[in-house]
């Protein structure tokens, strides 16, 4: 085979570092920006936060910032853009408000009050409450180990899942365990608080509160027959089964099951260590002059400028060995036009949203018209993938809540006059019909399917249980009530 040489011209498209990062800032969510931009700030002398800016101001200094158009950077003009190996002139160091290179410290108050911060007090645990009412007992101390073991298998519920004698059997031989001993330690453990911890079962936890009232609580008795023989039954709502076999009416089985229902069945969950989350919405919506317009919300955006120290001594010095900062100065100016760009893309895509969706801003859900991805891309000239970062983790605040900018979008139903409708509108349709039901008649998914086809909505059957399920609506036999 001859060897030859060949020259061969193409085009291919490349993603440089700056498109790269602008793509990555523009997926994160307003807390993962936030946790980025700090490991930015410790990598990088060059880039800070301006403390001085004030909070009302929303967009970021346009001195530390390069304009960016409504329509984005192309790629061609992406590959024009600066490498962060070459170093910049001293024409390219931003100018603008600079941070003085003053100390700052915080005076210390002269009560020890300011020394010592106070803490937020610490709830206890399900375990540590049940260990303290523990230790105020009078048991022996086998029994007291005993129940100390018992109460580290209680889930967080309060419920013991395991038998006892599978609790008996991981225990060593030499402490001769028998069950017995258990069962009583198992009594001993249920007369703590709160009522109903160490139940095995629904039936059991139900049991234990009920037997703690006082006895002339009325309908006590039937209420304990109930829940410790036939508490299928009344799940079920087999309300004709019920009566029979307590002998009652109506209104005594309903204040039955009205006590039944006012008992906790997890009576440890109150101690659970629940982990409170916040959002802080990126763009707030206001109805102004009869237009709703959208707008950034301040306190999400971060205030970043360049150093002013740093680029003062690259501006008088320009000899190779500023090489790194002059590299660090232009991956700071990057970074302040990439978080620029990510809240005007976010901002041009809400308006998108709030424009298209004002009718929902009006009337609620049931106004809520069919988006989706592709609509709005095309009006901003934007690519899909890229709206679809956009709406992921990002969220809006309404006079009707917050939601998160994926909550307008939506599948749609063909109407008979050949429109559509939101499968959102739908689900709040079927939230509004459900809750005007008679509770002793309540609607099946083919009544609903019915009553939206008179309004228009064709809507199968098996399609009006899906939504139902999905709003966590129970079915026809379990909302019915006496």
Same mark, same amino acid.
């Given at each position: ?169 991981? *225990? &060593? %031989?030499?402490? $001769?365990?028998?069950? @017995?001993? !258990?069962?009583?330690?198992? +009594? =001993? /453990?249920?007369? #703590? ?19 703690? *009232? &006082? %006895?002339?609580? $009325?309908?006590?008795? @039937?209420? !304990?027959?109930?829940?410790? +023989? =036939? /508490?299928?039954? #009344? ?248």
């Amino acid at each position: 085979m001859k060897h030859t040489l060949q020259l061969k011209l193409s085009q291919h498209l490349t993603l440089t570092p700056q498109l790269q990062q602008s793509i990555r800032l523009l997926q994160l969510s307003t807390l993962e920006l936030n946790q980025e931009l700090e490991r930015f700030l410790q990598e990088n002398p060059l880039l800070e936060r301006d403390e001085e800016m004030s909070e009302e101001a929303a967009p970021l200094p346009s001195s530390s910032i390069n304009t960016i158009s409504h329509d984005g950077l192309t790629a061609s003009e992406q590959a024009e853009e600066t490498s962060p190996e070459a170093a910049p002139s001293a024409d390219d160091v931003v100018e603008g408000p600079w941070l003085e290179d003053t100390g700052s410290y915080s005076a210390r108050g002269e009560s020890e009050e300011s020394e010592y911060p106070q803490l937020a007090a610490v709830a206890p645990t399900l375990r540590e409450h049940l260990n303290w009412q523990l230790n105020l007992t009078k048991l022996p101390e086998r029994d007291n180990r005993l129940v100390s073991l018992l109460i580290d298998a209680l889930d967080e519920d309060g419920c013991l899942t395991q038998p006892l004698e599978e609790l008996v059997a991981l *225990l &060593p %031989e030499e402490l $001769s365990v028998s069950p @017995e001993e !258990l069962q009583t330690a198992l +009594q =001993h /453990l249920q007369k #703590l608080e709160p009522t109903g911890v160490g139940a095995r079962n629904l039936s059991e936890c139900l049991a234990l509160q009920l037997q703690a *009232l &006082p %006895e002339d609580t $009325s309908f006590r008795t @039937e209420a !304990l027959v109930i829940v410790t +023989q =036939h /508490l299928d039954s #009344l799940a079920a709502r087999d309300f004709g089964k019920l009566k029979k076999l307590l002998h009652c009416d109506d209104l005594t089985l309903r204040q039955v099951q009205h006590l039944i229902t006012s008992l906790n069945p997890r009576p440890g969950a109150d101690y659970a260590a629940l982990e409170t989350r916040y959002i802080v919405p990126d763009v707030v919506v206001k109805k102004v002059k009869g237009i709703w317009v959208a707008s950034l919300n301040a306190e999400a955006m971060p205030k970043l400028r360049v150093n002013r120290m740093y680029a003062d001594i690259l501006h008088r010095n320009r000899d190779a060995s500023f090489q790194k900062l002059a590299g660090q100065l232009q991956e700071a100016k990057w970074l302040i036009k990439n978080v620029q760009q990510r809240f005007d893309t976010i901002l041009r895509v809400s308006q998108a949203i709030v424009d298209r969706q004002r009718h929902f801003f009006e009337h609620g859900e049931v106004a809520m018209r069919p988006l989706v991805l592709r609509e709005i891309a095309e009006t901003l000239e934007l690519h899909e993938s890229t709206v679809s970062r956009v709406t992921t983790q990002k969220y809006m605040l309404t006079p009707r809540g917050t939601y998160e900018l994926k909550y307008f979008f939506g599948s749609h139903v063909t109407t008979e006059t050949g429109g559509a409708c939101s499968a959102t509108a739908i689900r709040a349709l079927i939230k509004q019909l459900v809750a005007a039901e008679n509770p002793k008649k309540p609607l099946s998914d083919s009544q609903i399917s019915e009553i939206l086809g008179q309004q228009g909505i064709v809507v199968a059957r098996r399609t009006i249980a899906k939504y139902r399920e999905a709003l966590q609506i129970p079915s026809v036999s379990m909302r019915k009530s006496l």
